[in-house]
Structure formats: structure tokens, C-alpha cells
């Protein structure tokens, strides 16, 4: 008798150099005063973290995540390659968006747009639990949780945009939970 595992795709988690978490700490302290905020499409705001794009250090953390897609495609080959066009299109990055998360607020399962997306916790204050809820073999829901504290600061998760996706809320902190987040999709070549 054998047992055979049906092939899906995962995710990559990985530590930020302290460098690059430093500096990314510093521009999430100053970044709600001149950074661009970031409009988003939920309907009900009301518990909903606001977001701001990352300037900055944009280009040295694109620099990261471009390691990381590397090191994605190296253990998961293939999930960017849709046949729906006639030619393959190169990748490109969206902006990239800090994420404020006050106590009390949360992000509801959802998907990014795009094929690859990531999320990178800067500051975590209190423990708190990243999920991902995905379809099993026989059509059940399944869920993989992710539970974060304080020593999870540079985590770096990168995983497929269509994988639906949860930031749980934490209670007993005034101070905010922020991270960073970003996609990557194919480049039609069109000018926005």
C-alpha cells in the first residue's frame, strides 16, 4: 500500500534582516503624517485598520521581496504560470501598504489581486493570529493558523493572492499591530 499526497501550493515564511525591519519601523512611525493613505474597497470601515503606502524604503524592501519570490518559485514551480493569454507577461509589484491595526479592528477573510501576495509583521504588541482558509481534497474547509507574538517581528509571509486570508483582532493594548503588505501580478504593459 501507498500513500500519495495530492500536490497544492504553500507558503513561505521567513525572518527580515534587522536592518531592513529597522528601517521599515522607522518610516511606520512617521508614515501616517506623509505617506499617501490607501483607499480599499471594504464596505464597513468600522473595525477595519487604515492602511498607507510604503515610500521610503520602497525599493529596499521590493529588493527583499523579489528574494523571496525567488525562493517561492524555487519550492512551489509553476503556480505563476496561467496559460489564459496568447504570450507570458512579466511580473511586477503593486505598491506596497502599511496596516494599522488598533485593538478591537480586523481584516476579514479575503484575497489580493494579482498571483503573489505577502504580509510583514513589524510591530506586534499583543499576541494575535494570522489564518489562512483554503478547500481540502474532499471539499471541506480547512484552516492554518498562525498565532503571533512580539518575537514574530520580521516575519515575512509570502503565499498565493488567491488564498483567502484573515488578520484576527487582539484586545489589551492600546498600541497598534502594523504591518506591511504587498502583491505581485503579471504586467499587461498598460500605463495606470
Same mark, same amino acid.
Given at each position: ?159 498565493? !493572492? ?18 506591511? !503588505? ?11
Amino acid at each position: 500500500m501507498r500513500s500519495i499526497s495530492l500536490k497544492n501550493y504553500g507558503y513561505i515564511d521567513v525572518q527580515m534582516p534587522d536592518s531592513l525591519l529597522n528601517n521599515l519601523r522607522h518610516e511606520c512611525d512617521t508614515a501616517k503624517l506623509k505617506n499617501p493613505q490607501m483607499q480599499d474597497d471594504i464596505i464597513n470601515k468600522k473595525y477595519i485598520p487604515s492602511h498607507y503606502y510604503l515610500e521610503d524604503n520602497k525599493k529596499d524592501f521590493m529588493n527583499f521581496v523579489e528574494s523571496v519570490f525567488v525562493a517561492y518559485n524555487d519550492c512551489f514551480p509553476n503556480l505563476g504560470m496561467i496559460k489564459a493569454m496568447t504570450n507570458d507577461l512579466p511580473y511586477c509589484h503593486d505598491r506596497p501598504w502599511i496596516n494599522y491595526q488598533k485593538q478591537g479592528e480586523f481584516l476579514p477573510n479575503h484575497i489580493h489581486n494579482g498571483i503573489f501576495s505577502y504580509v510583514t509583521f513589524i510591530k506586534i504588541p499583543k499576541e494575535c493570529k494570522f489564518e489562512f482558509t483554503f478547500t481540502n481534497i474532499i471539499g471541506n474547509l480547512d484552516f492554518h493558523e498562525i498565532k503571533l507574538t512580539s518575537k514574530d517581528e520580521g516575519k515575512f509571509i509570502f503565499f498565493p !493572492a488567491k488564498l483567502p486570508h484573515a488578520a484576527y483582532p487582539f484586545n489589551g493594548s492600546d498600541e497598534e499591530r502594523i504591518s506591511i !503588505a504587498g502583491n505581485i501580478l503579471f504586467n499587461s504593459g498598460h500605463k495606470k
